[in-house]
């Protein structure tokens, strides 16, 4: 049975909903840059160039509503345009959820960060090329959304089919003046099969890691005090690379200076729990002085207290850590190791 939410556009009523979105938001989306793909902002005229790589880019989504660095000291104020972001991966929507748990909490919520997840759009699309570091599916994800987005696209040939994921959704396909019309039968299982398809490629170029999902949180539990952590992190230089391109982690610093014209400022960066002085308290007292202090308690954070507090990885399977780390380490091989270890001292 096919869903009362997923439409199919033809390829003249695709290129429409593009122009017809550029005109009326601030469209950010993939293009071709000087060296890589990057999110662009694409006015009326360019929607042409928008590319949709079939895999995630480099930059985490949390760029878009928690920037590197920002100033904290003044009221966050509304954009002119609400804002439609394009590309976004199932690895990066996940992340949202452990972000919008941390900033989007009732008790305290973040203006800055509401504000702008307030006047977005997320607009997803399935991976149809994975990268040789992407392994959503060893660590409960999928190659595909299944939550967080207000529009999921799917690629068929020259159709492409639409899923409504939101109201806000919902009008941006309405405020397009589109004649909508319903996916049938043969759409809905052609998507299925295309998914799967890459279900299965994931797995295949994952298959030498060996872990379960379900038992992870435990088994990296049992792992905190291991001399493990200190081998494996032998080739760590404390860069901070994985934390800041991670699509989930969220820490920052608060900073204090004067600005040019003599008013007060509190700056808001990004932190890295890799970094020597992140656990620093007043005093000097330093409790991960050490860096396979600082090492393992990512994971930690990641596979077993994020996990416990919110129910979900804050690990999504992106793989870009593994892209970026300049000693080598790949966190699939991390938590191989740890279940093995685990499972080793347990027998």
Known sequence: MVPNDLFVLSKDQWSTFLKKTASNYEVI??????????????????TDTIVFPGARLTRPLKYFFYPPRENV????????????IFGIKACDLAALS??????????????????????????????????????CVLIDGTPFATKNFDLSLSFIEDQVLVELGSEKGKNLLDN????????????????????QAMIEQLKEQNKDFEFSPEKLP??????????????????????????????????????????????????RTWDSCQSAGFSRVAGGANPREKLPSLFQNRFQCKIHYKPRNFGVFACTGCGRCNEACQGGIDIRRVLSLVAGEATSKST
């Not at 003044?74 to 002119?80: A, F, G, L, T, V």
């Not at 200190?230 to 820490?251: D, F, M, Q, W």
């Open 176 to 195: 397009a003046g589109i004649d909508l019309r319903k996916a049938g039968e043969d759409l809905l299982n052609r998507r299925q099969e295309q998914r």
């Open 29 to 46: 989306a993939p293009k071709d840059g000087p060296y890589h793909l990057e999110y662009e902002r694409i006015g009326e005229e360019e």
């Open 218 to 267: 435990e088994l990296v539990k049992e792992m905190y005090d291991s001399p493990m952590w200190k081998e494996i992190c032998e080739t760590c230089v404390s860069c901070g690379a994985c934390s800041n391109i991670c699509p989930s982690c969220h820490c920052f610093l608060l900073t204090y200076n004067q600005s040019e014209d003599k008013k007060f400022e509190v700056l």
């Open 73 to 84: 000291s003044r009221d966050p104020s509304p954009p002119d345009k609400k804002r439609v």
């Open 98 to 135: 452990i972000l919008d748990n941390i900033y989007l909490d009732p008790d305290f919520v973040d203006p800055f960060y509401k504000t702008r997840r307030d006047n977005a759009i997320i607009v997803s699309d399935d991976c149809t090329k994975p990268l040789e570091n992407c392994f």
